[in-house]
DNA sequence: CGGCTGACTCTGG
DNA sequence: TCCAGAGCCAGCC
């Protein structure tokens, strides 16, 4: 905390904003924080410390698909989670944002 | 101090 | 409609 918060602690501020059962996109979240582009959100995610309570689970592509982060059992892992949150997936895997889509406002 | 990297996004063909 | 390439910026070596 501390002296020096990059802009990795921003994202991670307005991630762990994202109330259960809702999901954003790395774009969204780019777009709160000046400066950010969407690969920063997504290295910020890769970098999510265990210690803290993030829900990185939550933020997902555009496309709200999610994206295979290297091994691949850890999308699935992510998809299990938002499933247990109320999250639905379709045939595609993908996540309706007009039902499940987070927004500020909400 | 300089260069490479990354869980993305957008536009063109 | 699908595939490919370029852009973006902070963090790390």
Request: proline share 6%.
């Amino acid at each position: 905390m501390d002296h020096k918060p990059t802009y990795r602690d921003l994202i991670y501020e307005i991630v762990k904003c994202i109330p259960s059962g809702r999901v954003a996109s790395y774009g969204q979240i780019a777009r709160m924080v000046r400066r950010c582009t969407a690969r920063m959100v997504g290295f910020a995610m890769a970098s999510t410390p265990e210690n803290e309570n993030i829900p990185w689970q939550r933020v997902i592509n555009s496309q709200g698909k999610i994206s295979p982060h290297g091994a691949g059992f850890g999308s699935a892992l992510q998809r299990q989670l938002l499933e247990e949150e109320g999250v639905i997936f379709n045939e595609e895997n993908i996540v309706d944002f007009d039902q499940f889509g987070w927004k500020p406002l909400d």
